[in-house]
């Protein structure tokens, strides 16, 4: 039969079926994560062992039961996963995909331990011992072995610098982390919430750092509110601390936007609109006033 006699319809659905199939997946936007995961790791003699298995969108709570909700608040959008084999030691490899790099990142940052084990692979990475997580561009890749030794751990390393050659992507922080002071700043801190910083529902798309002033943790926060609703919000839901006007001024925020709230658990807080971004700290007192202004001032 030629191809002109065919019905239209079956047509369309024979060329969905074709585009849907390779690497340049159109539901993903781009790489596959499945196109990461070869048969065989040349440089480690991992062999894969199982056929590669796709969770795409709310198919992800198949295969994680209990916390994609957090993956989804960070724009994911697949994760492929295979099983490895060398002799008697087994490895799975996962390779999550999510709508851009700061998403990617921003899942990263949730996972990741208060003090890791720091590891140099893609942006930046960590091991337990029997995992290793790292985050490159818009993929985070997770290595996960079944028992505690020496050998598993060389394995896990191993694979993982072979991954982080075969995944693309940008191996520097997100850009919104330039605007941060790099003095004093304590490793491994910058984050990205997804939502409700600080237990606002208005406060989304929050970057933080940490850093020591005076031999104690203060957290540096800011997020994109050029509408200054997100300010508008919050100024009007904190619980205000009663400080002076003078006291405020002092700090070089746009068109004296800018409060002071007090919180029980995060104790005194200081946030206002610096340049179309809500921006401030969290754990103020007298001896941190430098540091706020200085980087207020940074930001010109």
Known sequence: MRL?????????????????????SESTGGLASADFLPDKIDATGFERSSEVETYVGESLFEYIDGGAEVYHQYGFIEVATAYYTQDQTEIVADIYRFEDSDNAYGLFSSLRPLEPTVVDYGIEGFTSGTTVDFVKGSYL??????????ELSAALL????????????ETTPPQMFALFPVDGRV?????????????QKALTDVYTVDYFADGEAV??????????EKYAQWSELAVKRKTTALTLRSFPYD????????DSYYGQIIAGIKGEKLCGIVGY???????????LNSMQ
């Open 285 to 295: 007192d007298e001896r941190r006033k430098d540091l706020l202004i200085s980087w």
């Open 158 to 169: 191993s694979m993982a610098k072979e991954f982080d050659g075969l995944v693309p992507g």
């Open 219 to 228: 957290t540096l926060f800011l997020t994109n509110d050029a509408t200054g």
């Open 187 to 199: 490793e491994s801190t910058l984050k990205i919430q997804a939502e409700s910083f600080l237990g």
């Open 255 to 262: 068109e004296s936007k800018v409060f002071m709230a007090e």
């Open 4 to 24: 002109y006699e065919l019905p239209i319809a079956f047509i369309l659905i024979a060329a969905l079926l074709l585009f849907g199939c390779g690497g340049e």
């Open 141 to 150: 890749v997770r290595l996960v072995g079944y028992d505690d030794s020496p």
